[in-house]
């Protein structure tokens, strides 16, 4: 059948999320989903943001109902200022712009940033919504060889000589997505003197930095190098998702076309929303709430542990994050993730295979597990669910061809 619409050719390199596709399947019934990235929606401060609500709507209906500013809500970026102080940014609220959760971010990075055929850096393995926001404006992707502590410093300081022009690094030291890794105090600055060096800058991604269970990480990367980095927040895990509220702080040389492309995307980011989520915070609620989420994940994070230990065959390789929302295992040999994924669903259970996290050379036997929408109990029983899948695979693997 013929058409007259001509598409874009970047809309031939959109491809869907395939969190966002095992999600679908996770919705049947009896599935015990360890596979997307949802906070548990138990955290959700629910009251608060109803009280909140009435407040705006009582006190200032007709300003949080209008258009607002596209740069945002000027109270909530001054909170965000002075919040980002604690992990050493000294930053004014004039680099902040809120956006509709830290997604637009990445999507606004990629607009102002990516050409066609530039390079841009990524750790190995890296997040996979940041590979779809970044792909439609064709940049060159290196993958970053890395360890447990996230990306190595001479990678980066090799970029001039194995990708020129590379136009910046995307990192998220804090309990990555997906490995739940963290950056420790002196690879932080060993990365940014590298990337300083090779004239590298860097976008800092920090959606999890406040669920850490033992002590906090370390300073932010963009604290160590404030006019060479582009820093992402959001709302979305200690608040949560379904406000969309993010933000950025960028130097003052990106801030102008960075806010220019938002006003493109969506004018602003809704400022009811904005107003509501200040309301709530203003007076120090996070440092109170968000407590309590870390105690929850810790003990999900501890059974999900014991569970692996007990359930997991020989081979299998993962270690215990120390904040943040991920288990990331890498299976024996032998075994594919992704080929698996149809009968641990038939068996009750949902993972989200780690090949679609890897700019290049994806990992077959990788698999990434969320441990903070299930209780306890339900981690252990899909877990036994799993390891008794992966025997089964492995008892398959061994048997001689006929």
Known sequence: MSTVWTQARRAARMNPSIIREILKVTEKPGILSMAGGLPSADTFPVDALKAACDRVLSQAPREAL????????????????ARVAALGMKVTPDQVLVTSGSQQGLDLVGKILCDAGAPVAVETP?????????????????????DQEGPRPEAVAALP????????????????????????????????????????????????????????????????????????GSFSKVLTP???????????????????????ADLHTPGFNQRVVHEVIRDGFLDRHIP??????????????????????PGCDWQAPRGGMFFWIRLPAGLDAMALLPRAVEAGIAYVPGAAFYAHQP?????????????????????????????????IAAEPAP
């Open 242 to 264: 379904g406000f969309r509220l993010g933000y950025m702080i960028a130097p003052p040389e990106l801030y102008p076309k960075l806010l220019q492309a938002k006003q493109a």
């Open 292 to 313: 309590s989420i870390r105690a929850r994940y810790k003990a999900n994070r501890d059974a999900m542990a014991e569970a692996l230990r007990e359930h997991l065959p």
């Open 161 to 232: 000589h194995d990708a020129p022009g590379t136009r910046f690094s995307y990192l998220l030291p804090n309990y990555q997505n997906p490995t739940g890794r963290v950056m420790g105090a002196q690879r932080r600055v060993e990365i940014v003197e590298a990337a300083r060096r090779a004239g590298v800058p860097i976008v800092e991604d920090n959606p999890y930095g406040d669920l850490w269970f033992d002590e906090p990480p370390p300073a932010a990367l963009s604290s160590l190098w404030p006019e060479g980095s582009l820093y992402l």
């Open 126 to 146: 890296t997040y996979l919504g940041a590979l779809q926001a970044f792909t439609p404006f064709e940049p060159l992707f290196t993958s970053l060889v890395s």
């Open 363 to 395: 990992d077959a036997r990788t698999l990434r597990l969320s441990f903070v929408t299930l209780t306890p109990d339900l981690i252990r029983e899909g877990v036994e669910k799993l390891g008794r899948l992966l025997h089964e695979a492995l008892e």
């Open 66 to 81: 209008q258009y607002a500013a596209s740069e945002g809500f000027g109270p909530l970026r001054e909170w965000v200022a």
